[in-house]
């Protein structure tokens, strides 16, 4: 059940993006450019900061709010890399424990 989890955790947010992307393609040409490569990135590597860049950004720029959540997603899209390592750290024989 966690590995069904964590799988729908690695996949929904990229589903999003990339329905989102056929879907309003004119918002991902108004927020990136006409460019493929900088949103195609972000989808595979930071998808919820993608997401919510996309979400609170405006004609005017992103305000505060926007850019506090914008910052949390970054937070949880750079967790998910680490967050293995370092919950598995006490099972690596190469890890030290320098206390």
Do not use: H
């Amino acid at each position: 059940m966690n590995c069904m989890i964590a799988l729908f955790g690695l996949i929904f947010p990229r589903a999003i993006g990339i329905f989102w992307w056929l879907t309003d393609p004119s918002r991902w040409t108004q927020v990136f450019g006409s460019g493929v490569l900088i949103p195609a990135l972000g989808i595979l590597f930071l998808p919820w900061t993608t997401l919510m860049y996309l979400f609170f950004w405006k004609e005017g720029g992103i305000d505060l709010l926007g850019w506090i959540v914008i910052f949390i997603a970054f937070v949880g899209d750079i967790g998910t890399y680490g967050g293995g390592w370092l919950g598995n750290r006490e099972q690596v024989s190469s890890y030290y424990n320098r206390d």
